[in-house]
């Protein structure tokens, strides 16, 4: 049973770097999956972020892809997240997701969601 | 604004059926797959509904999903107390190259 674990700073500043960790328990981070990043503003809906592939791989977010970086440690198991120069709207709970290639390359959808962990940009 | 079009409430007492629609275009629901999420208060989503229509394991099947063209339902039979909660669909968008979601459903059991 795969589980997935965020960590990270719960407080960033405004123009600072928010960085934030995905440990993946339960199974290897070099198998056939997307390793995905989503938050979710207060009161608000789900945004996605980006995403990853073990190989390095990645996709994101046209309205963050400027700021954003997704990274993966085989060695450690574990993905991460950097979001540069945020503002208060960049306060939201971000959630670590899996994403499992079915055959056929068919996606299974977010399948696997961390707890969450909220993140404030405040001075 | 989201790329993909919910009702932002829904509601239906014990027993009923209810059904919660999503609206996108060619570039996504339009040309692939569908999928809902749940979202109990104060919890991570749950997926409840993959490639459309299907159900992962342990979801009731109560719930089902439907897709047609560029719109997609999420019906919910038998409605239940437990059943209040926040919807989302979500799907691949080729022109973003990137998920998209819906801005959400909340559904009331009165």
């Known amino acids: 049973q795969v589980q997935l674990q965020e960590s990270g700073p719960g407080l960033v500043k405004p123009w600072g770097t928010l960085s934030l960790t995905c440990a993946v328990s339960?199974?290897?981070?070099?198998?056939?999956?997307?390793w995905s990043w989503v938050r979710q503003s207060p009161g608000k809906g789900l945004e996605w972020i980006g995403e990853i592939y073990h190989s390095g791989s990645t996709n994101y977010n046209p309205s963050l892809k400027s700021r954003v970086t997704i990274s993966v440690d085989k060695s450690k198991n574990q993905f991460s997240l950097k979001l540069t120069s945020v503002t208060a709207a960049d306060t939201a709970i971000y959630y670590c997701?899996?994403?499992?290639?079915?055959?056929?390359?068919?996606?299974?959808?977010?399948?696997?969601w961390g707890q969450g962990t909220t993140v404030t940009v405040s001075s | 604004q989201s790329v993909l079009t919910q009702p932002p409430s829904a509601s239906g007492t014990p027993g009923q059926r209810v059904t919660i629609s999503c609206s996108g275009s060619s570039s996504n629901i339009g040309s692939n797959y569908v999928y809902w999420y749940q979202q109990l208060p104060v919890t991570a989503p749950k997926l409840l509904i993959y490639?459309?229509?299907q159900r992962p394991s342990g979801v009731p099947d109560r719930f089902s999903g439907s897709k047609s063209g560029t719109s997609a339902s999420l019906a919910i039979s038998g409605l239940r107390s437990e059943d209040e909660a926040s919807y989302y669909c979500?799907?691949?968008?080729?022109?973003?190259?990137?998920?998209?979601f819906g801005g959400g459903t909340k559904l009331t059991v009165l």
């Open positions: 997701v899996r994403i499992v290639v079915l055959p056929a390359e068919v996606l299974s959808g977010m399948d696997v």
């Open positions: 490639t459309n229509d």
């Open positions: 339960g199974g290897p981070i070099s198998s056939n999956h997307w």
């Open positions: 979500a799907a691949w968008d080729d022109s973003l190259s990137g998920w998209v």
